[in-house]
């Protein structure tokens, strides 16, 4: 009886890690300093159609102003998600842009902005967000 009992216990132990193992659960990586250049943009739009570019500037500025997600693209095309209050960025929008921060799996939490001026690199105050 008691041999039955620890073989059903391990299969149900194995069982359970084979689930939890194959669920895809996110794990949240340790965080690392990076700076992301690319350009910014209104995630909504992007992911939806595509959208990016001086053409797409005026809607991406009013998505950013109501809230919705914004993120950086760089050369690659990969595309980070800025951690941080979406209005206070809607100048710069679908404009040339180096973000500093801590970046953890695709999502950057910006501590430095720098918005591209003709040849120059200029930087912009961010505001002290809620910790």
Same mark, same amino acid.
């Given at each position: 009886m008691?041999? +039955?009992?620890?073989?059903? $216990? &391990?299969?149900?132990? =194995?069982l !359970? %890690? ?7 659960? /996110?794990?949240? =990586?340790?965080?690392?300093? @990076?700076?992301v250049?690319?350009?910014l943009?209104? %995630? ?6 595509g959208?990016?570019?001086?053409a797409? #500037?005026?809607?991406?500025?009013s998505?950013?102003?109501r &809230? $919705?997600?914004?993120g950086?693209?760089?050369? @690659? +095309?990969?595309?980070?998600?800025? $951690? /941080?209050?979406?209005?206070? *960025? /809607?100048? *710069? ?7 500093? +921060?801590?970046?953890?799996? !695709? !999502? %950057?939490?910006?501590? @430095? ?6 040849? #120059? ?6 505001? @002290?967000e !809620?910790?």
């Amino acid at each position: 009886m008691r041999k +039955g009992v620890s073989i059903t $216990l &391990g299969f149900s132990l =194995a069982l !359970m %890690l084979f689930a939890i193992g194959t669920t895809g659960v /996110a794990v949240a =990586a340790d965080p690392e300093d @990076k700076m992301v250049e690319g350009e910014l943009v209104d %995630l909504r739009c992007f992911v939806t159609r595509g959208a990016q570019g001086e053409a797409h #500037q005026a809607c991406g500025a009013s998505c950013a102003k109501r &809230g $919705l997600p914004i993120g950086v693209i760089d050369a @690659k +095309g990969n595309a980070y998600t800025i $951690l /941080a209050s979406s209005p206070a *960025y /809607a100048d *710069y929008i679908n404009r040339p842009v180096r973000i500093s +921060g801590k970046v953890t799996n !695709m !999502m %950057l939490s910006p501590t @430095k902005l720098e918005v591209k001026d003709g040849d #120059q690199w200029k930087a912009v105050k961010l505001i @002290k967000e !809620m910790m």
